[in-house]
């Protein structure tokens, strides 16, 4: 794929991504093919800030991490009132990452 | 989420559901004040899973009909905490991943959608009659 649509995309979504990934993303997306792009560009990424801010609000009912499709944590947080409280508050600083990490699955599957 | 991971943390949830509710049991604490969701002492309102210690330990006297008024979630609550165990350890012994591939599959099912709104109306139905009840 060109470098300039490349850097565009890594410009606009780097937010969702660790600062780690973010590499390894360029460089697939630089030998991908163009034909891809339409999906690459379409793709539906979580905002880590969001789920940080559901979680704040909601984690103790486990919906920060029904939103990230963790619906089996998710079920366990919510019967479980956040894990007697005590997950729900690691959650709060565990859900960024698990977002990113949510998203980096989700890339990787066009990717690889 | 990887194999390990899932294990590790059910093992752990596990345990400390055996230890709350060892100590419950002993001290009477659902009955002495001593509450420990977070969302009911912020909010003064309870929360979906609230009763439920207090379901499970209905169901340990007997009483099932009682844990049932209590929070019927208890009862999958007993369900979880009485089979995991028994499944990981299988899953060890027999270096399968039986478990592992369960959860997979029941989290793609709760994902569908006319699984996933029933799901969320009962539970939402469930958190009215906990506010009516006043647990």
């Known amino acids: 794929m060109e470098a300039q649509k490349v850097d565009m995309f890594i410009m606009t979504n780097a937010k969702f991504f660790g600062s780690y990934q973010i590499n390894a993303i360029r460089e697939r997306l630089l030998a991908l093919d163009d034909s891809k792009w339409a999906m690459i560009s379409t793709l539906q990424l ?16 486990g ?5 990230i499709g963790d619906t089996g944590l998710g079920v366990g947080k919510l019967l479980t009132c956040g894990g007697l409280g005590i997950w729900a508050i690691i959650d709060w600083f565990l859900i960024q990452e698990a977002t990113r990490e949510k998203n980096m699955q989700k890339i990787q599957q066009l990717l690889f | 989420m990887s194999k390990k991971k899932l294990y590790l943390l059910l093992s752990i949830a596990c345990a400390t559901g055996y230890i709350w509710l060892i100590f419950t049991y002993f001290n009477n604490a659902p009955n002495n004040g001593i509450g420990i969701c977070i969302f009911k002492h912020f909010t003064t309102i309870p929360c979906p899973s609230c009763g439920s210690t207090r379901s499970v330990i209905s169901l340990l006297n007997g009483d099932i009909l009682g844990s049932l008024l209590w929070n019927p979630f208890g009862l999958i609550l007993v369900a979880i905490m009485a089979i995991s165990p028994i499944w990981i350890f299988y899953d060890i012994i027999k270096h399968k991943e039986t478990l592992f591939q369960s959860y997979t599959r029941a989290e793609l099912f709760l994902k569908r959608k006319w699984v996933a709104l029933p799901a969320i109306l009962i539970v939402l139905a469930n958190w009215a009659w906990n506010i009516y009840k006043g647990i």
């Open chain 1, 46 to 61: 979580k905002d880590p800030t969001t789920s940080l801010i559901v979680s704040l609000l909601a984690g103790g009912l």
């Open chain 1, 63 to 67: 919906i920060d991490r029904f939103i």
